[in-house]
């Protein structure tokens, strides 16, 4: 598997975190982390505060996030979708041989 693709294996699975609270109708997402602590938010800074990735992507990924997050005080998830449909275009673009 190629680094974008796990990159977005990851975005995709932050994504399937926050999805379900976005928007003015957004409910809250019931969280169980690996030690076994659940969480219910609607906070998408809260949901990824909560999960701890362990690959380097993942600690990138959800550091971006969370300092978008101290600069504007919101926009975590809204930073989520964008970067998980940025990067899935880019390898759609990619595997058609066409320039990002």
């Not at 294996?9 to 928007?23: D, Q, Y």
């Not at 964008?82 to 990002?100: F, Q």
Request: contains cysteine; charged residues 20%.
């Amino acid at each position: 598997m190629s680094f974008h693709s796990e990159v977005l294996r990851l975005c995709l699975s932050l994504e399937s975190l926050t999805l379900p609270c976005f928007g003015p109708n957004g409910l809250d997402a019931f969280l169980e982390n690996s030690d076994g602590h659940d969480l219910c938010t609607s906070s998408g800074i809260r949901a990824l505060s909560f999960v701890s990735p362990t690959h380097p992507s993942g600690l990138l990924v959800t550091r971006a996030v969370k300092n978008l997050h101290e600069i504007t005080g919101d926009n975590s998830k809204k930073a989520i979708l964008i970067l998980t449909t940025a990067l899935k275009e880019a390898l759609l673009n990619c595997k058609k041989k066409h320039p990002i």
